[in-house]
């Protein structure tokens, strides 16, 4: 780690975590169960099967049903951004806090630009995109029944450590019946700073280009854009099936993920699509090797995904020219 650009309270813990050798060993995990990570490292699930069974679990048959709980985080929740950049220089969120004197649900850190959220900044001038992004957005209701119609009104993209690549408020085209504050957070006075629809999208469109995207529910966010993606290249938190385990197979809110998997709490009040984006960016990264094992069930390797790509490609203009041969004549 360069500890030339960070501060002398993080050089200090540094120092202090060298010292620190009194941390018993790590055991082994239980690979059979979804084990989130946390600094890189897996952390077991409980296996609970009430008080007794775990007191006097030598008579206990493996036959038996057993109920799987996610262990409840023992130290204070964190916001996405702290969990990030602690993960990123493994250390625990809160040491990180005590580190920069500041609280663990601070969503920035003195001293590292890179982790602040610069609202309404549009395309950052300090952060270059990598492989992976992630998206969220926030919507307002528009039209007579804005309980039921919904319009884009800020879109955020950070990348894979979760510094912000893109935040935009959004001007719909619709005429704003509901802002939605209470959850979204935007109001009339912050939309008169708007970016246009137009402009937005195509801002977002360039950042998409190529690269493999991560989110929560992806398609109501792109749908809210106009714009597609391939789906080889989405990364789904709210589809991968580890984690719809954790809601009896049924699609888990983003909240849930965030709390019981990474010991986060989001969205108390209004919400942060920049945080959003980051948990839901955090959430890929714990299970990384989960994910890509699911796509290659669906898609194959690299190769192989590839030339399947490059066969449809070629059946389609092959119709194309048929069609267009059949015009002429």
Same mark, same amino acid.
Request: include cysteine.
């Given at each position: ?110 001293? =590292? !630009?890179? +982790?602040?959220?610069?609202?309404? $900044? ?7 995109? /990598?492989?992976?992004? @992630? ?115 049924? =699609? !888990?809110? +983003?909240?849930?993920?965030?709390? $019981? ?7 108390? /009040?209004?919400?942060? @699509? ?56």
């Amino acid at each position: 780690m360069d500890l030339n650009n960070l501060s002398s309270n993080w050089k200090r813990l540094q120092e202090s975590l060298k010292k620190d050798t009194s941390k018993p060993p790590k055991r082994k995990a239980n690979h059979d169960v979804l084990q989130p990570h946390r600094n890189g490292v897996k952390r077991r699930k409980e296996l609970r099967v009430g008080t007794q069974a775990l007191q006097k679990s030598s008579g206990s048959s493996k036959s038996k049903t057993m109920s799987l709980e996610l262990s409840k985080p023992e130290k204070p929740a964190s916001s996405a951004s702290l969990a990030l950049w602690a993960e990123d220089n493994d250390i625990s969120p809160q040491d990180l806090a005590a580190a920069y004197g500041t609280s663990v649900k601070s969503t920035s850190l003195p001293h =590292t !630009p890179v +982790l602040e959220e610069n609202t309404n $900044e549009g395309r950052s001038s300090i952060t270059e995109a /990598g492989k992976y992004i @992630s998206i969220d957005c926030e919507m307002v209701g528009v039209g007579p029944t804005p309980d039921v119609d919904s319009a884009l009104a800020r879109v955020s993209i950070v990348d894979y450590h979760g510094h912000q690549l893109y935040d935009s408020f959004v001007r719909p085209k619709e005429r704003v019946t509901d802002y939605r504050t209470f959850v979204s957070g935007i109001t009339p006075q912050l939309l008169k700073s708007a970016r246009t629809f137009g402009d937005a999208q195509k801002d977002v469109a360039k950042l998409l280009d190529g690269r493999i995207l991560v989110g929560h529910a992806i398609r109501h966010d792109l749908d809210a854009l106009l714009l597609g993606h391939p789906k080889r290249d989405i990364r789904d938190t709210s589809r991968y099936p580890g984690f719809r385990q954790l809601a009896g197979g049924k =699609t !888990p809110s +983003l909240k849930k993920l965030a709390h $019981e998997v990474l010991g986060v709490d989001i969205q108390v /009040g209004e919400h942060s @699509s920049v945080e959003d984006a980051r948990v839901a960016m955090l959430l890929f990264r714990r299970e990384k090797e989960g994910f890509e094992r699911e796509h290659v069930k669906i898609w194959g390797t690299g190769t192989k995904a590839t030339r399947n790509t490059e066969k449809k490609g070629s059946k389609a203009s092959k119709q194309k020219a048929k069609k267009k041969k059949g015009r002429k004549s």
